[in-house]
C-alpha cells in the first residue's frame, strides 16, 4: 500500500520552461514533505520542504506547493535547466521525532536543451 | 566535511553467501538509517538508529537481514544467507536530529546484486 505516489514515472520538459512534479499522498497524519533529487550512481539529496502549517515555500528556481484537502503537493521548478535532469523523490512524515520517512517511487526528470 | 560513506559500492556475490554492508555517517548525526531500493517497490526504509539504540526494525524483510550500530561512526546491514530477490541498492542515510524537520543525508549507496 504505497502511501506517498508519484503516479507519472517520468516527464520530458524544454530548457527553460517550468517542470512541476506532482504528489500525492493517502496518510491523513502526514504533516511534513519533502523534495530530494537523485543523479545516477549518487545518493539522493535534499531539494525543499514544507510543513503543513504551510501552503507554499520557495527556495531559488525551486517551489513546492502544498494542497492539504486534496492531499497533494507538487515541485515548480522554473526555469528548468538540464542540470536539473534527475529523479526526483517525494517524502511525508507525520509529527515526533520517531516519524519514518516515507518516500514515493520516484519521477524522472528531462530537461532538453 | 565528508558525507555518508558506504562501502563497497557495489557487490556481486552468489546465493547462499553472506553479505555484509558498511556505513559510516556524517560525524555528530544522532540518527542512522538504512534503505532499499528496487524497482518494484521504490525507496523503503529497513531500519533505524538512535544514538546507536536500533529504534524501528519493522521494514526489515526477514530475519536473513540484520543491522548492528556498535558506535557512533559505524553501523552494518548483513544478509545471511542472501538470496536473488535480495539484488538491490542499498542506501545508509543519517540526520542530526528527529525526522520530522531534519532532512537525511544519503550515501552513494552499495549496488548489491545476488546471482
Known amino acids: 500500500d504505497q502511501q506517498v505516489k508519484q503516479n507519472s514515472p517520468s516527464l520530458s520538459v524544454q530548457e527553460g520552461r517550468i517542470s512541476i512534479l506532482n504528489c500525492d499522498y493517502t496518510?491523513?497524519?502526514?504533516?511534513?514533505f519533502l523534495w530530494y533529487k537523485k543523479y545516477p550512481a549518487e545518493g539522493p539529496t535534499f531539494l525543499i520542504s514544507?510543513?503543513?502549517?504551510?501552503d507554499k515555500n520557495e527556495d531559488g528556481r525551486f517551489t513546492v506547493f502544498l494542497n492539504k484537502s486534496a492531499k497533494h503537493l507538487s515541485l515548480h521548478i522554473v526555469p528548468s535547466q538540464p542540470g536539473d535532469s534527475a529523479v526526483y523523490f517525494c517524502?511525508?512524515?507525520?509529527?515526533?521525532?520517531?516519524?519514518?520517512?516515507?518516500f514515493g517511487k520516484g519521477i524522472t526528470l528531462s530537461v532538453r536543451p | 566535511d565528508a558525507g555518508v560513506i558506504q562501502s563497497p559500492r557495489h557487490e556481486v556475490t552468489e546465493m547462499g553467501q553472506e553479505v555484509t554492508l558498511r556505513c559510516k555517517p556524517i560525524?555528530?548525526?544522532?540518527?542512522l538509517f538504512w534503505y532499499r531500493q528496487t524497482m518494484m517497490r521504490g525507496l523503503e526504509l529497513l531500519i533505524y538508529?538512535?544514538?546507536?539504540?536500533?529504534?524501528?526494525d519493522s521494514g526489515m524483510p526477514e530475519d536473513r537481514f540484520s543491522a548492528k550500530m556498535p558506535n557512533a561512526s559505524f553501523s552494518t546491514l548483513k544478509i545471511q544467507p542472501s538470496e536473488p530477490r535480495d539484488s538491490a541498492v542499498y542506501f545508509c542515510?543519517?540526520?542530526?536530529?528527529?525526522?520530522?524537520?531534519?532532512?537525511?543525508?544519503f550515501g552513494d549507496g552499495t549496488r548489491l546484486s545476488i546471482l
Open positions: 560525524s555528530g548525526h544522532d540518527y
Open positions: 514544507i510543513s503543513s502549517i504551510k
Open positions: 538508529f538512535n544514538n546507536n539504540v536500533p529504534i524501528d
Open positions: 517524502a511525508a512524515s507525520a509529527s515526533g521525532a520517531n516519524s519514518k520517512l516515507t
Open positions: 496518510n491523513s497524519m502526514f504533516d511534513y
Open positions: 542515510a543519517s540526520s542530526p536530529g528527529g525526522l520530522s524537520n531534519q532532512p537525511q543525508h
